[in-house]
């Protein structure tokens, strides 16, 4: 990935050019096929993902069938709720056209903001601001949908 398209990546937004040259060693680029799972819900992921180019579809499962939550572009990332808090995916990740991937792996990433703990600190930063922007947004979704069903209730 180029410095512009990392650069518009909003956790990555205040790193200077020394600070992203040195995160981009990190990367690895993954090119992936149309309709090709890349994280299963349920599943434990290993990595953190950039979306260098392309698009994926985020589907939950509900009852037997799975929900689509968000298609997510260039400069989008996934995997963030993993690098903070180990546990099992909550959301499978499909790619909808051919896709390139920026790859980090948790352990990776997680050994480069301990020994670049002002990079890392920026970074932390960065990610708890957009998944607080994601838990507000969805929140808002869910407090929408539950007023609709209320009204149609009565």
Same mark, same amino acid.
């Given at each position: 990935? @180029?410095?512009?398209?990392?650069?518009?990546?909003? $956790?990555?937004?205040?790193? #200077?050019?020394?600070?992203?040259?040195?995160?981009?060693?990190?990367?690895?680029? !993954?090119?992936?096929?149309?309709?090709?799972?890349?994280?299963?819900?349920?599943?434990?992921?290993?990595?953190?993902?950039?979306?260098? @180019?392309?698009?994926? /579809?985020? !589907?939950? !499962?509900? %009852? #037997?069938?799975?929900?689509?939550?968000?298609?997510?572009?260039?400069?989008?990332?996934?995997?963030?709720? %993993?690098? $903070? @808090?180990?546990?099992?995916?909550?959301?499978?990740?499909?790619?909808?056209?051919?896709?390139?991937?920026?790859?980090?792996?948790?352990?990776?990433?997680?050994?480069?903001?301990?020994? /670049?703990?002002?990079?890392?600190?920026?970074?932390?930063?960065?990610?708890?601001?957009?998944?607080? !922007?994601?838990?507000?947004?969805?929140?808002?979704?869910?407090? /929408?949908?539950?007023?609709?069903? @209320?009204?149609?209730?009565?």
């Amino acid at each position: 990935m @180029d410095y512009d398209s990392l650069r518009a990546i909003s $956790f990555l937004s205040e790193l #200077t050019d020394d600070e992203l040259a040195e995160f981009t060693k990190l990367l690895t680029v !993954r090119e992936c096929r149309p309709g090709e799972r890349i994280l299963e819900e349920g599943i434990a992921p290993t990595a953190f993902y950039i979306i260098a @180019d392309g698009v994926v /579809h985020v !589907r939950r !499962r509900a %009852n #037997t069938r799975e929900m689509l939550l968000a298609r997510l572009g260039a400069g989008a990332f996934f995997g963030e709720i %993993n690098l $903070f @808090d180990p546990g099992l995916a909550t959301a499978s990740i499909y790619t909808m056209k051919a896709t390139r991937l920026a790859i980090i792996p948790y352990e990776t990433f997680r050994d480069y903001m301990a020994t /670049h703990t002002a990079v890392g600190y920026k970074i932390a930063s960065g990610l708890m601001a957009e998944m607080s !922007r994601r838990l507000r947004a969805t929140s808002a979704r869910l407090v /929408h949908s539950v007023f609709w069903s @209320d009204k149609a209730g009565t």
